[in-house]
T-cell receptor
Framework: DTGVSQDPRHKITKRGQNVTFRCDPI?????LYWYRQTLGQGPEFLTY????????KSRLLSDRFSAERPKGSFSTLEIQRTEQGDSAMYLC????????????FGSGTRLTVV | RKEVEQDPGPFNVPEGATVAFNCTYS??????FFWYRQDCRKEPKLLMS???SGNEDGRFTAQLNRASQYISLLIRDSKLSDSATYLC????????FGSGTKLNVKP
């Protein structure tokens, strides 16, 4: 296990299209997080899972966004009817239950909506 | 008010300089504290945890003041390779990130 994997690394899409990103966390980590980062800002929390349960969603996560972690392993983040304002780096991270040792991030998916 | 506030910089320093970054956080119940480093267009990576007693890792020293809700990072003898954005991170059920402080170390 080499860490957190995200796919794809880059995605360019036309406004109005749907996109889906995948994250494979470190296998022994119970928690999986999605963050969004725009230029010059720190990562902003979107949602997190503990095993397969989605425990929290940010107000940033509009109804066009949905995330799943069906078997408590990998997760998907889908954005429907993309808008230019959705252009950002989408980061996935995983941690042990308490998260006290910090997150391990994936390399991110850079989304560009044109 | 943001959960975590940082001076965005940039800090432009010569090689060998000592530089200090500060950060404040708003939630007094925060449980854990970290500094992350982020290189341009890369993911953040854990630099070090921060403890009230202060902790050191080579040229890096981190300090936490719970009473003032203040976290610091000191980098001694700066190297060119230290150029990056440094993110202050606070944990309370999930991680809250500052907007980052950009450091440019010049030859």
């Amino acid at each position: 296990d080499t860490g957190v994997s995200q796919d794809p690394r880059h995605k360019i899409t036309k406004r109005g299209q749907n996109v889906t990103f995948r994250c494979d966390p470190i296998s022994e980590h119970n928690r999986l997080y999605w963050y969004r980062q725009t230029l010059g800002q720190g990562p902003e929390f979107l949602t997190y899972f503990q095993n397969e349960a989605q425990l929290e969603k940010s107000r940033l996560l509009s109804d066009r966004f949905s995330a799943e972690r069906p078997k408590g392993s990998f997760s998907t983040l889908e954005i429907q009817r993309t808008e230019q304002g959705d252009s950002a780096m989408y980061l996935c991270a995983s941690s042990s239950l308490q998260g006290a040792r910090g997150y391990t991030f994936g390399s991110g998916t850079r989304l560009t909506v044109v | 008010r943001k959960e975590v506030e940082q001076d965005p910089g940039p800090f432009n320093v010569p090689e060998g300089a000592t530089v200090a970054f500060n950060c404040t956080y708003s939630n007094s119940a925060s449980q854990s504290f970290f500094w992350y480093r982020q290189d341009c267009r890369k993911e953040p990576k854990l630099l070090m945890s921060v403890y009230s007693s202060g902790n050191e890792d080579g040229r890096f020293t981190a300090q936490l003041n719970r009473a003032s809700q203040y976290i610091s990072l000191l980098i001694r003898d700066s190297k060119l390779s230290d150029s990056a954005t440094y993110l202050c991170v606070v944990y309370f059920n999930k991680f809250y990130f500052g907007s980052g402080t950009k450091l440019n170390v010049k030859p």
